[in-house]
């Protein structure tokens, strides 16, 4: 089951923000995965599910997707 978080921060000025993981870290989110998972953008307090994708220089949410699960 995918990870369900929630957006605590969203710039659309940057395209960048962060959701908060179900176990409390922060994981970074560019406007380039929301675009690829058919939203338009973020908004703090949204409950999202998503992947997670380790590259050499941070852990990143891809294909964000709305969550009807608010719980975390």
């Known amino acids: 089951m995918a ?3 929630t957006v605590i921060y969203f710039s659309h000025q ?3 923000g ?3 993981n179900n176990d ?9 995965a929301i675009q690829d998972s ?3 953008t973020l908004y703090e307090g949204q409950h ?5 994708v380790k590259d050499s220089t941070c852990v990143k ?12």
């Open 38 to 40: 058919g939203l338009t």
């Open 3 to 5: 990870p369900i978080g």
């Open 14 to 16: 940057t395209g960048f």
């Open 48 to 52: 999202l599910m998503f992947d997670i």
């Open 61 to 72: 949410a891809v294909n964000p997707r709305l969550s009807k699960n608010k719980s975390m």
């Open 24 to 32: 409390g870290t922060g994981i970074y989110v560019r406007y380039d």
């Open 18 to 20: 962060v959701i908060q």
